[in-house]
């Protein structure tokens, strides 16, 4: 045994130098005297440096949130915040979509379902449940849907009823005789979301309201808001006018859509 350690001594202090010469001229460029004691001591630093850098940069820089590490103690937190803002990524696209399908639907005058009553009722499975759960459940049953009464929605102008919603006519909207300029307004707070001119229905104002609801004020002779604008409930966005091909008189062709369906603007406003 105790040979066998001299011998690996002996070697571990062996010395070797390493010469670098020119090609050329065999001319000696570099010379360096080595033991492989020596070599393992610069080897095991090397590491060790390399090691700590290494460290250094997933504990202090972002390169920790590509990387997983002991020091990321609120990764849970920040995949649950990312997700929660994935998921209002995702409400927003699907509000935007309905909203941009309502106003082709509004502008094109198309012909849609206005049985209110298949749009909010639950589904037999939603009903089966309901009826199915537990007395300490009844916490966890959907409230029931607002009535028309609980929206307290403004009239957009005083006058006489001169056409009613008509869905065999595909008249989807009261028209409302009034004098020219006779100021229109919001019948809820919202957000201007078309503010223009159309071929059939003139100069035209769309707003969108609380509750899925949005609000059509077409052939007026002018508009007061821009896309974009803020109005509150009561505030003036038109004057009543006879523009657009399918107006015959100054009044105002009112239309109200809730969830992306034209329902009756007499069932939710005391005209």
Do not use: C
């Not at 700590?52 to 103690?73: E, G, Q």
């Not at 607002?146 to 919603?165: E, L």
């Amino acid at each position: 045994m105790g040979s066998l350690r001299k011998k690996i001594s002996t070697k571990f202090r062996n010395r070797y130098r390493i010469i670098l010469r020119q090609d050329d001229n065999l001319e000696e460029m570099v010379s360096v005297v080595l033991t492989p004691f020596n070599v393992l001591i610069l080897t095991s630093t090397g590491l060790l440096l390399f090691g700590a850098v290494i460290y250094m940069l997933l504990a202090y820089t972002p390169l920790n949130h590509f990387f997983p590490t002991k020091s990321a103690k609120y990764s849970g937190m920040e995949q649950y915040q990312m997700l929660q803002k994935i998921d209002s990524l995702e409400t927003s696209l699907g509000q935007l979509r309905l909203q941009s399908e309502v106003l082709g639907k509004v502008l094109s005058g198309e012909d849609v379902s206005v049985n209110m009553t298949e749009v909010e009722s639950p589904t037999e499975e939603e009903e089966v449940a309901a009826v199915e759960q537990p007395i300490a459940a009844v916490s966890h049953i959907r409230p029931a849907e607002p009535t028309a009464n609980d929206y307290n929605f403004f009239v957009p102008i005083k006058g006489v009823i001169s056409d009613t919603f008509n869905v065999d006519r595909k008249h989807l909207a009261v028209d409302i005789a009034a004098k020219s300029k006779e100021v229109i307004k919001s019948i809820q707070k919202g957000t201007v979301i078309f503010s223009a001119w159309t071929p059939s229905g003139g100069h035209t104002l769309i707003i969108q309201h609380p509750n899925n609801f949005i609000s059509v004020y077409k052939h007026n002779a002018v508009l007061l808001k821009k896309e974009g604008a803020f109005v509150n409930s009561g505030d003036a966005v038109a004057l009543v006018g006879n523009t657009g091909e399918l107006s015959s008189g100054p009044h105002l062709h009112f239309e109200l859509w809730k969830r992306g369906v034209a329902v009756n603007p007499q069932n939710y406003i005391h005209f």
